[in-house]
């Protein structure tokens, strides 16, 4: 079977959500003790989990932070603060239970997951999964930044984390990612999908200084120039300027939506691929699960092109999936009132109607 064929079997998978299971948990809202609809997003999220999992009471199930990890050859060009080494460094400190996601996400009871798909070496630490498609891209200045092929392996390499760790019992996925360089494969994507200036999808990434933002800024004009990335084909996007990381956090978004699991956006470098997931597989996108918007430029753009509003405005833009455990919490304040408020009998308070 070749790839393309794989991966639209994949996308054949998706099924929409269950109508019926979210129409009761929206009855099952509406009855509860207080103002309709006064929870605002916190409501819909249960809802979307009802419509997910096919049932009107969803309970928080068990979760993964995955983090794909890759190396980008763009960083030949200067566009970062930090060198490629930094990559597999963070990887090996979440092996270890280092980093900043996974701080938080032991809060939750959350596993945080690390693969490599594309580093310039192996992970070394037992707990990072290694799947590398190749090691680093090319740098996308010069040529593709990798072939279609690989582009499609990346996705693929995604989609197979995603059912191995559905068969261990996890039902809840959040995307994450590691990758110096990955603001910079990021913003050409997402200038290249939306059409947009390059200029207005960049941001400084991890600190850069004004000098090595105009450098990031031409380095994407030059990748873009030299490759001609076709915006109505995303796999030819990804290959030409994009990045294994991305790549991996598409095939995640898929293969969630086919097994029926919610997977939650992290920031700007997950919600472009979340948005090339969507534009692959239409149906993905009701899986999907807004998390924060970003501190980078082109955050609230993806967003708004995605059709979806996020819950936290903190002004985070660090990655690694740390966005996304954030909105672990507000799941458990929506559960936990959907669950154990009163009705308004129960309450013995004036049952609230729908006004026009």
Known sequence: MNLETELNNVIRGIQPLDAKAMEAAWRHWDS???????????????????GIYGNPRPKLEKSAVIVMGADNGVVAEGVTQTGSEVTAQVLENMGDHMSSVCIMASLHGTEVIPVNVG?????????????????????????PAMSREEALRGILVGVETVEELY????????TGEMGIGNTTTSSACASVLLHQPVEMMTGRGA????????????????????????????????????????????????????????VVI??????????????????????MVPAHCSAEPAGK???EALGMKAPLHAEM?????????????????????????????????????HQN
Do not use: W
């Open 32 to 50: 509860l003790c207080k103002p309709l609809r006064a929870m605002g997003m916190l409501e819909e999220m249960v809802v979307q989990l009802a």
């Open 119 to 143: 580093m310039l070496v192996d992970g070394k630490h037992p707990r990072i999964i290694n799947k590398p498609v190749k090691y680093g891209t090319d740098n996308m200045t010069k040529g």
């Open 167 to 174: 068969a261990q019992g996890y039902r809840l996925f959040l």
């Open 207 to 262: 600190g850069l200084s004004s000098e090595g933002l105009q450098k990031k800024i031409g380095a994407i004009h030059r990748a873009i120039e030299i490759n001609r990335p076709d915006p109505e084909d995303v796999i030819d996007v990804l290959a030409k300027v994009g990045g294994l990381d991305i790549a991996g956090m598409i095939g995640c978004y898929l293969g969630a939506a086919c097994h029926r699991t919610p």
């Open 266 to 287: 992290d920031g700007f470098i997950s919600s472009v691929a979340a948005y090339m997931a969507a534009v692959l597989a239409p149906g993905a996108k009701e899986y």
């Open 301 to 303: 753009l993806m967003l």
């Open 317 to 353: 833009r660090l990655g690694e999936g740390t966005g996304g455990v954030a909105v672990l919490s507000l799941y458990q304040y929506a559960l936990a009132i959907y669950d154990r408020m009163p009705s308004f009998a129960q309450g013995n308070v004036e049952e609230y109607t």
